[in-house]
């Protein structure tokens, strides 16, 4: 087994399984050992899932044995570590005696942080809250998927889970979790468009754009605290990204006109922005219902919005996707659609690219979007149904939910 800590109170150490092994030591060492696992008992029984889970423990030797909760959260400040550990008290009624980032960690297989070391935490007699209010602490999950259509080798579709901090830019799991503070949350979707694998090539493009470029955005919107200058910065992103395809698209046949969709969401610790071209989609939830955040940039589509003709009869209309603003390709400057929102205290975001709109109506699209189950199961509910009607062309989608803790 591989030490991990060889202290004066404890011995932790980890096998070839990843379980954690904690002996205990030192002053106490038999009550400490008897009231941490009395603590994860009632954890276990009262539905906490990111906490360690005893898997044995032995009285004789004093030492338990549970599960591997991570690594520690080293972006973890004291206010997020406070809103955990007042989530942990208020639904699962155990007050830890040392809520702190050191007793903090990142678990990638759960996609979520946890709490650990509770041999000094005390077990209340029921759940209650806090006398103190809530801190304001965001809690983002997310679940993404892009499968290659039928009707051609390859996937032109590509997307983005992006977190930004003043530390350092990352490409995140295509599910996972983080706490929005000081980490901010990039969502992206594209749609190439191109011969000869330049589609795939144009909308990979953009999502290294959007990662080269998300520091300096970042930068921006915690100087300024300004929407309207975020929002700014976001056009002038986009239209450089635009003229950088273009260009690039000139410089072989391969790759002449090829151009992509973008739909884009930024979401900081207090507010979402998007930024958006061509016909995939953002679809927001929150408690006044659901509302598409960006309009599809095709002609067809605005007459079916107008109520020119019926669903129907855009799903099947010729020029369906006719678009009249992409990124690179042969359309001229973009014009992309940009917004930002406070955010509430808890929403849903759906993100994602034609073969969604391909395969299901509009009505099933809201109805899998609005269902009361994890995000994870929404996005595969959604995947999967808009296949099995179609699954000719790629399809991408993002589903996150944003939550104050």
């Not at 699962?92 to 979520?112: A, F, Q, S, W």
């Not at 929005?180 to 694998?197: E, I, N, T």
């Not at 992509?260 to 207090?270: E, N, Q, R």
């Amino acid at each position: 087994m591989k030490d991990l800590k060889d202290g004066i109170r404890s011995h932790v150490r980890i096998d070839f399984l990843g379980h954690v092994h904690k002996q205990f030591r030192g002053t106490d060492a038999d009550k400490r050992f008897d009231n941490e696992v009395a603590v994860l008992k009632a954890l276990h029984d009262r539905g906490a899932t990111n906490v360690p889970q005893l898997i044995s423990h032995d009285h004789e030797t004093l030492t338990i044995v549970t599960t591997n909760c991570g690594a520690p959260a080293s972006l973890i400040t004291p206010q997020k570590a406070h809103a955990l550990f007042h989530e942990l008290e208020e639904n699962y009624g155990i007050k830890h005696d040392d809520p702190e980032p050191r007793n903090v960690t990142y678990c990638p297989k759960l996609g979520k942080f946890c709490l650990i070391d509770f041999e000094l935490s005390q077990i209340l007699p029921s759940p209650q809250p806090l006398e103190s209010s809530r801190p304001n602490v965001f809690r983002a999950n997310w679940q993404a998927y892009s499968i290659d259509g039928s009707k051609r080798p390859g996937n032109d579709d590509s997307h983005l889970a992006l977190t930004v901090n003043p530390e350092s830019t990352d490409r995140l799991p295509d599910s996972g979790e983080i706490l929005l503070d000081p980490s901010h949350l990039v969502l992206a979707v594209s749609d190439g468009m191109g011969g000869h694998s330049a589609g795939q090539f144009a909308s990979k493009l953009l999502m290294a754009r959007i990662r080269k470029e998300a520091p300096e955005l970042f930068k921006t919107l915690e100087e300024h605290q300004d929407p309207l200058k975020t929002e700014e910065t976001l056009t002038t992103l986009i239209k450089e990204a635009h003229h950088d395809l273009v260009e690039i698209s000139n410089q072989s046949e391969t790759t002449k006109n090829m151009g992509a969709t973008l739909t884009l969401a930024w979401i900081s610790h207090d507010r979402l922005y998007w930024a958006h071209a061509g016909d995939s989609r953002l679809y927001l939830l929150t408690e006044n219902g659901i509302r598409q955040l960006t309009s599809d940039d095709c002609e067809a589509w605005h007459r079916w919005r107008k109520g020119d003709f019926t669903e129907y009869a855009y799903r099947f209309h010729p020029h369906k996707s006719v678009l009249t603003d992409a990124l690179g390709g042969q359309i001229g400057e973009p014009h992309p659609q940009i917004g930002s929102l406070p955010l509430q205290s808890s929403q849903r975001l759906l993100l994602c690219t034609d073969g969604i709109m391909d395969g299901l109506w509009e009505k099933q699209i809201h109805d899998h979007f609005r269902a009361k189950l994890p995000v994870s199961q929404i996005a595969t509910n959604l995947l999967n149904h808009a296949i099995e009607n179609d699954g000719r062309d790629d399809t991408t989608l993002i589903v996150a939910e944003i939550s104050k803790i």
